[in-house]
């Protein structure tokens, strides 16, 4: 199952880099997650500073 971004994303971008699918962008100032790219590894939720992400 694709990890979410809830709204407490301040869209500060530092989970972009860390998905190694680029499953992460911004839309209309908000990051969500693809999930038809989104491999579930987590590693967007540790790069995550305000815990905005979790397992869908």
């Known amino acids: 199952m694709a990890h979410k971004i809830s709204d407490a994303c301040v869209s500060c ?9 680029e499953a992460i962008s911004e839309s209309g100032g908000q990051y969500q997650v693809d999930p ?10 540790s790069a995550c500073p305000t815990e905005a992400i979790s397992a869908g």
């Open 13 to 21: 971008g530092s989970c972009v880099p860390e998905c190694p699918s």
């Open 36 to 45: 038809a790219k989104c491999t579930d590894c987590g590693a967007c939720v």
